[in-house]
């Protein structure tokens, strides 16, 4: 079943619009004829179970896989132009006796300079100004094996957003993060959002959040089975017989 793209208006607002977006293994089809409208300024959430294909579509929005059908990123005046874009994946696994610290592991992302050679005066102050976007700088000097797993998500996140990008996207961000810290996460996603006026397209399989963060849920299995505000999906028959439950909307 195809669902119509969000029918309001981009205005003076970027955009990326999906339209019947299709991946296939051979002939088996990962995922069919996905249409998804995100407007600048909101925060899209997409679930499904397990091997739904969401994965899938993040690495074809990301350019990892090939597929048939239009991606496209607009913004005034520069239509089709190519997006910032930055991804948190899933939580990597780090070794708990690893010596890197969150500075050695900005500089191997952003400098040139060997990790092994220390951190400059000028690029420490970047990373601490990076860390600061999500409340983060207390954690410059520790070991990122021995971060939590919410403080990893906002290290991850951290060098997602620089530079700012259109577009964050974040592949289970709230695996590994216990009740608390969730809670904690969203209301810094969501702070990043209006503070940056960028879009969030995250998977998740926590839905009792979504209510209250997100703009609207796409629920996929290898289809869309229900589009809408996040009420609309997880009050959905669609949503009962995915995941035999009721959607929480406490």
Known sequence: MNFPLHDGSCGHSCCLRVENLTVRIGADAILKDVNLHVHCGEMVALIGPNGAGKSTFLKAILGQREYSGVIAFSTPGARSRKPRIGYVPQSPAFD??????????????????????????????????????????????????????????????ALALEPLPNILILDEPLSGVDVEGMAVLMDMLDEIRQTYDLSILMTTHDFSLLPRYASQVVLIDRAVLAQGSPETVLRSDAFRQTFHMKGDLA
Do not use: N, W, Y
Request: hydrophobic residues 40%; glycine residues 10%.
């Open 96 to 157: 708990p006796s690893d010596p890197v610290s969150v500075a050695d592991l900005f500089a191997c992302c952003m400098s040139r300079r060997p990790a092994f050679l220390g951190l400059g005066k000028a690029m420490r102050q970047t990373v601490l100004e990076c860390l600061e976007r999500v409340h983060g700088e207390d954690l410059i000097d520790k070991r990122v094996g021995a971060l939590s797993g919410g403080e990893l998500q906002r290290v991850l996140l």
